[in-house]
């Protein structure tokens, strides 16, 4: 039985070539794939910051919501000795807030008496860098202000 020579035929070597991607193709994918990772990037972080200073305010609503309920209760607001504990603790009608949150930087909430602005109490956080003052995601968050 006679056997038919083994060559590769031109079509053959075509198609092989044509099967691959070239460097250049992949670098231009690259750079496409760089230029969304940064445009996303630069959209994105920024509301990360106003995602967690509108999570303090929603945070101070609740715990002032607790602070009512409180009042209600015990015909007074909690001392400053008390704390904002006082609200966790089991009273005759059960906890007003099952726990406290820490603020979106980790850090407990502040509470003083009295507040500011004729207020009886306030609750505050520090913001991101956890001092007093500040601008932006720094600036002090105050149930009082």
């Known amino acids: 039985m006679r056997t038919a020579?083994?060559?590769h035929s031109?079509?053959?070597?075509?198609?092989a070539a044509e099967a691959g991607f070239t460097l250049?193709?992949?670098l231009v994918v690259l750079a496409i794939i760089g230029l969304l990772t940064t445009v996303v990037v630069i959209n994105v972080l920024p509301m990360q910051g106003r995602a967690q200073v509108q999570k303090a305010e929603a945070d101070i609503a609740l715990i002032e919501q607790g602070l009512e309920f409180w009042r209600?209760?015990?015909?007074?607001y909690p001392t400053a000795e008390e704390g904002l504990a006082a609200l966790t603790a089991a009273g005759p009608t059960g906890a007003k807030l099952k726990n406290l949150p820490n603020d979106p930087w980790g850090k407990p909430y502040g509470y003083a008496v009295p507040g500011g602005n004729?207020?009886?109490y306030v609750v505050f956080s520090l913001g991101a860098d956890g001092a007093e003052g500040g601008e932006g995601e720094n600036a002090d968050l105050r149930s009082d202000g």
């Open 5 to 7: 020579p083994h060559f």
């Open 10 to 15: 031109p079509r053959r070597q075509q198609v």
């Open 24 to 26: 250049v193709e992949l």
């Open 72 to 76: 209600i209760e015990t015909g007074r």
């Open 118 to 120: 004729d207020q009886p």
